[in-house]
């Protein structure tokens, strides 16, 4: 399963994008939209190239947990 971007912080995205040949600037946009705009799939990340948001899809997931059950009081 692949990790969460969520557990990457800023200098780390950087270099991850550096990696996989993507404009540093890329990861303030990743960021912004992951926690300012509260994106809930990459697809939602609609300033990003496709290209890119396919490429952090492949390797990233956003949320690691997954509800098992759902109680209402």
């Avoid at 404009?23 to 990743?30: S, V």
């Avoid at 994106?39 to 490429?55: F, N, Q, T």
């Avoid at 899809?57 to 009081?73: C, D, I, N």
Wanted: net charge positive; with cysteine; charged share 30%.
């Amino acid at each position: 399963m692949p990790r969460s971007v969520l557990e990457l912080d800023q200098q780390q995205l950087q270099e991850w994008c550096i990696a996989a040949e993507v404009p540093k600037f890329r990861a303030d946009q990743i960021r912004r939209w992951l926690y300012a705009n509260r994106a809930g799939s990459m697809d939602d990340m609609r300033d990003l190239p496709k290209s890119l948001r396919e490429k952090l899809a492949t390797e990233f997931t956003l949320f690691t947990g997954r509800v098992v059950g759902h109680q209402v009081a």
